[in-house]
């Protein structure tokens, strides 16, 4: 969630290399664990913005996997991040962003700059849920800014509307012309197999 969270800009990229230099600080398994699979996430975009530090960080799991000192598993892990790094991230099925999660143009982003080892308000009176008065009009501000973010889905939708309603009243039309034409063919080519219309003539002729 963190790693995705810096992906998309919403975190600066100094929280991603002080949790893993934290992680990685006294190494254990699940510390180790946790730091390759939280690399996979955020290495793309680390690349992008702050390539020296993403250097720093695995010359770090490079001198873990000498010592040795933690589990087969886990030396097995590192080389795999290291073989996902050699290949490229995207390459290996981990973008920094999917594209279909590319909403949010980058001048439009707010990124927050904060530190591990600044003091933050929980703000635990958040998971207390209370009655907003204002809940209509808080709402009607929330889809303003859901608007100039993401544009009106309304208005796609509209327009998608009216074109798919122009090609079906098109496809319609043609449609009739193909029946109307093989009407006409059907009825061009009917032959009467019967002779009704040969012994109706000879009954007029010699009777």
């Not at 998309?8 to 991603?16: D, I, K, N, R, T």
């Not at 993403?54 to 030396?75: K, P």
């Not at 920094?96 to 982003?109: G, S, Y």
């Not at 009607?140 to 973010?149: F, G, M, N, S």
Request: proline share 3%; hydrophobic share 35%; charged share 30%.
């Amino acid at each position: 969630f963190l790693a995705h969270l810096i992906n998309q800009g919403v975190l600066h990229e100094l929280l991603a290399l002080e949790m893993l230099i934290l992680l990685l600080e006294n190494p254990s398994d699940d510390s180790v664990e946790m730091a390759v699979e939280f690399c996979k996430e955020v290495g793309a975009y680390l690349q992008d913005v702050a390539p020296a530090g993403l250097h720093s960080v695995f010359e770090r799991f490079r001198a873990i996997l000498h010592e040795g000192a933690i589990d087969r598993r886990c030396q097995y892990m590192i080389e795999g991040l290291f073989a996902v790094r050699k290949a490229g991230f995207e390459a290996s099925g981990h973008p920094a962003v999917q594209p279909a999660l590319d909403l949010v143009e980058d001048e439009d982003q707010i990124t927050h700059e904060m530190s591990l080892d600044d003091k933050h308000d929980p703000q635990a009176i958040l998971n207390v849920f209370r009655e907003d008065p204002e809940y209509e009009a808080h709402e009607a501000q929330y889809r303003t800014i859901v608007k100039e973010l993401l544009g009106d889905d309304d208005e796609e939708e509209e327009q998608g509307g009216e074109g798919g309603a122009a090609a079906s009243g098109s496809g319609e039309e043609e449609s009739d012309d193909e029946e109307e034409q093989q009407r006409q063919q059907q009825q061009q080519d009917i032959e009467d197999e019967t002779g009704t219309n040969l012994v109706n003539l000879r009954r007029t002729i010699y009777l």
